[in-house]
């Protein structure tokens, strides 16, 4: 079983910054690519970032330039820094990983989700 735990979610204004978090743990042998999704309620989950384990990043167009994603692979974790947020940006971020787990088995977790409220 692998658990997915993110943090650093919380209000912050417009124009500001914020970095997300997310630690893998469990029965995990490796974790290929890991990402960041976010869902603004009444909407469709949409793709923010994701980041390989070798380091290759891909954003959503509507991020890129403000949005760097990384990941220490020692610690199985990932980053989401967040530049210049806009109101419309307030969502409920998830975090994602293509972990192989010691089973060999490949399935992709999700966490719980973190909110980032941007205020006007």
């Known amino acids: 079983q692998v658990q997915l735990v993110e943090s650093g979610g919380g209000l912050v204004q417009a124009g500001g910054s914020l970095r997300l978090s997310c630690a893998a743990s469990?029965?995990?042998?490796?974790?290929?690519?890991m990402g960041w999704d976010r869902q603004v309620p009444g909407k469709q989950r949409e793709l923010v970032a994701t980041?390989?384990?070798?380091?290759?990043?891909n954003y959503a167009d509507s991020v890129k330039g403000r949005c760097t994603a990384s990941r220490d692979n020692a610690k199985n974790t990932v980053y989401l820094e967040m530049n210049s947020l806009k109101p419309e940006e307030t969502a409920v971020y998830y975090c994602n990983a293509d972990v192989v787990s010691i089973s060999r088995a490949l399935r992709t977790s999700w966490g719980q989700g973190a909110q980032v409220t941007v205020s006007s």
């Open positions: 469990g029965s995990i042998l490796s974790i290929n690519t």
């Open positions: 980041v390989t384990s070798g380091g290759k990043t």
